[in-house]
């Protein structure tokens, strides 16, 4: 007689649900007696071939591994939602677990001994069946947004085993996310409501737009959230930059897409009125990772109430009592340290760890830059699980990658990405205004300007538009990319409110050849208010930032 065919969680081993070990895990069904067998009888169960197996279970199919794979998943009402219940355990009736194995279907019976027992007898040794808590676990399958195909990422052993889908991928759930985008939403919620009857504890970084200010920024805030229980504050984190500046920074968009951060919930620094908070003196600010504010929120500066990861004897607010100096590390491995102590449930979590290691590997040049401490390396480890199949190396790539690729950006985006502003007042009136006002702006990319300029046909009137929508009186883009012999050059385009403006900086730049070394670029036909240049390619972009301040208070006479 067949015998009945075990359920899915009485299988000892999962995926290997094999007839023929499934038979050996039930033993006899027909309650035969139970015989110890001698050293010998365990030898010869040793020595058992495939070939030796009864009759009954080789007439039994074998299931392929496909089927075994795809048998714990479930199809749920709500879509694509899947859950795997595991055990490691299986069901018996007694808790001396008499398991036997039935090798010809009548009295050969052996019951399981082992040296490492709790209960002993005089002729074997019992291992009691403990029962085992159920693990479930949730995935979730999406369609990849992004093709990572044409990166040149290093070899991982988990893609070489799982394989690659360029469709597709299968993601497990993240309880520490799901808890961050709540987090994310009702401290949100609390800031449209006016945050009545609290402090508005706010953690800010510095206006740069990198992975580690923005993942810092958003686990600070989460770390106070979770330690300092208070009804006094709503601790919420800042992003310092505008949200429209997001969708120029490509390698900011895949990272919080790919960690699931839900981005609506997060607050940018144009959506919010710090000053009003400050006027009615519920304002408190966190300053994570710098000792002074940016420049134009310096006026906030009496407000600042914690500095987080400055340089030793920088802070320059000296009023702030607690100050967390700078350990030469990223400060994302500082906030990963600090969450490890605190609630290391949370680093579990897959893609809330991959946000603080993304962070850590930019911060270090992926642990290879010479600032590149011990406390990186032990914190990166720590956080490996966020790689992904990928690995680290892989992880890093991508974002190198991202930060570079321009082919899904606009003109407007790649002016955006990394842009830098100067406003000069004139001055003074009879009233207290400013006579004049002279704005300049520098726009750093990372290709030719004749592959720039072929972005877009309208290349030329998109620089012009964002010139103005900045209100910018000069416009300089600097160029730094390598040619196909991978010799490093720099070329700059400039961009003036007028004509008469264009001839007195090309003679402000002849004054300063000696700093400043221009040759004429004819290749492209512009404007006679835009003009293009080849640079040394020893010229920093220091050296053009100090002449174009120097211009700028020279230009307002």
């Known amino acids: 007689m067949r015998p009945p065919k075990a359920k899915p969680q009485d299988s000892y081993i999962r995926g290997r649900e094999n007839p023929y070990f499934a038979g050996l895990l039930r033993g006899n069904d027909t309650g035969s007696q139970n015989i110890s067998p001698s050293t010998s009888d365990t030898g010869d169960l040793r020595g058992t071939s495939v070939s030796d197996i009864p009759g009954k279970f080789k007439d039994l199919p074998v299931k392929d591994s496909v089927s075994d794979i795809l048998e714990p998943f479930e199809q749920t009402t709500f879509g694509t939602l899947l859950k795997v219940p595991r055990s490691t355990s299986f069901e018996s009736q007694s808790s001396q677990s008499d398991m036997s194995f039935d090798l010809d279907g009548s009295n050969h019976l052996v019951k399981q001994s082992s040296p490492g027992t709790f209960e002993t007898t005089e002729e074997h040794q019992v291992v009691p069946v403990l029962p085992r808590p159920m693990i479930e676990k949730s995935f979730v399958l999406n369609k990849r947004k992004s093709n990572l195909s044409n990166i040149p990422l290093p070899q991982s052993a988990a893609t070489f085993y799982n394989g690659f889908s360029p469709q597709f991928e299968i993601l497990e759930s993240c309880e520490s996310t799901m808890k961050l985008n709540l987090y994310l939403k009702a401290r949100k919620d609390d800031v449209s409501a006016g945050v009545p009857g609290k402090f508005l504890r706010a953690v800010i970084g510095q206006d740069v737009s990198d992975v580690g200010s923005i993942a810092s920024t958003i686990m600070y805030a989460l770390y106070l959230n979770e330690t300092i229980k208070s009804d006094q504050f709503c601790t919420v984190p800042i992003i310092n930059m505008k949200r429209t500046d997001l969708s120029s920074h490509a390698e900011l968009k895949w990272l919080l897409d790919s960690c699931h951060i839900d981005v609506p919930s997060l607050l940018f620094v144009d959506e919010i009125d710090l000053s009003y908070f400050d006027l009615f003196g519920c304002l408190k600010l966190v300053l994570v990772n710098g000792h002074k504010l940016p420049a134009r929120q310096e006026a906030l500066k009496e407000a600042v109430v914690e500095v987080f990861n400055c340089r030793k004897d920088e802070s320059v607010y000296p009023w702030v009592e607690t100050v967390t100096v700078d350990q030469d590390c990223s400060c994302c491995s500082l906030i990963a340290e600090k969450l490890f102590l605190t609630s290391p449930e949370l680093l579990a979590g897959q893609r809330f760890s991959k946000l603080l290691l993304a962070g850590i590997l930019m911060d270090t ?155 004429a670029m004819h290749g492209p036909s512009l404007r006679d208010d835009m003009k293009a240049f080849e640079i040394d390619e020893v010229t920093s972009r220091k050296t053009i930032e100090r002449l174009l301040e120097e211009f700028g208070g020279a230009s307002k006479g």
């Open 365 to 519: 040049g992926n642990l290879t830059s010479p600032h590149c401490t011990t406390k990186d390396k032990y914190m990166a480890t720590l956080l490996l699980n966020g790689a992904g199949r990928f690995g680290s190396n892989g992880l890093y790539q991508i974002m190198r990658y991202k930060m570079y690729d321009i082919s899904d950006l606009k003109v407007v985006d790649i002016l955006r990405k990394d842009f830098k502003k100067w406003t000069r007042g004139g001055k003074p009136g009879p009233t207290g205004s400013r006579s004049m006002v002279s704005n300049i702006g520098m726009s750093s990319i990372g290709i030719s300007l004749e592959q720039f300029l072929a972005h877009e046909r309208s290349s030329k009137e998109e620089i012009k538009n964002f010139q103005q929508s900045e209100k910018l009186r000069l416009l300089m883009i600097v160029s730094g990319y390598y040619d196909a012999q991978k010799n490093f050059k720099r070329e700059i385009l400039v961009s003036a409110e007028s004509v008469e403006l264009m001839r007195n900086l090309l003679s402000f730049f002849s004054s300063n050849a000696s700093h400043l070394p221009l040759k």
